[in-house]
């Protein structure tokens, strides 16, 4: 199969959405991590679905939680940095698809499940969490970190180290 190249305008427009999708990541994260005593525990309360009790159990163990916790805000930190500096791009957004993931599973949008707390771009089975998960699914099979970013440069050092 041959291979077609995506042009510079195509290349461009896949930074911009790394990088927005980046700060909403790092956004999210950092205002977890500046605001204290937050919690996962009411999202996953509000749980529905076949994964309920899971999601459930993890809120009412407090280890469990806490862990949950620091995993969430500084993994959230962590991915926008990686996103928005072009850096281990695609292991950044295999795992934002990981929690974006993960975030839909504890509250999938299927017909009847009902949920006490309005949750804004939510149409029926895709809400923003799904948009966003396939806009990081562009952006790890494509080299865009490769085209402006670090990775840039981590990749020419490792080719030359291979040598």
Request: proline share 4%; no cysteine.
């Given at each position: 199969m041959e291979e077609e190249r995506v042009s510079r305008l195509q290349m461009s427009a896949l930074v911009i959405l790394r990088v927005v999708i980046g700060w909403h990541f790092?956004?999210?994260?950092?205002?977890?991590?500046?605001?204290?005593?937050?919690?996962?525990?009411?999202?996953?309360l509000q749980s529905r679905g076949p994964f309920a009790d899971l999601f459930r159990g993890i809120a009412g163990s407090p280890d469990v939680l806490a862990v949950v916790n620091t995993?969430?805000?500084?993994?959230?930190s962590c991915i926008g940095l990686g996103l928005i500096l072009g850096c281990f791009t695609r292991f950044a957004s295999a795992?934002?698809?990981?929690?974006?993931?993960?975030?839909?599973l504890c509250?999938?949008?299927?017909?009847?499940?009902?949920?006490?707390?309005?949750?804004e771009g939510?149409?029926?089975?895709?809400?923003?969490?799904?948009?966003e998960l396939a806009a990081l699914f562009v952006i790890l099979v494509t080299q865009?970190?490769?085209?402006?970013?670090?990775?840039?440069?981590?990749?020419?050092?490792?080719?030359?180290?291979?040598?």
């Open positions: 790092l956004y999210e994260g950092v205002a977890k991590l500046m605001k204290p005593g937050w919690s996962a525990a009411g999202f996953l995993l969430n805000m500084w993994g959230l795992s934002g698809i990981f929690v974006l993931g993960v975030y839909y509250n999938p949008l299927l017909i009847g499940y009902f949920y006490s707390i309005p949750m939510s149409y029926l089975i895709v809400n923003k969490n799904l948009v865009s970190g490769r085209h402006v970013g670090l990775d840039r440069i981590l990749h020419v050092w490792f080719t030359k180290l291979r040598r």
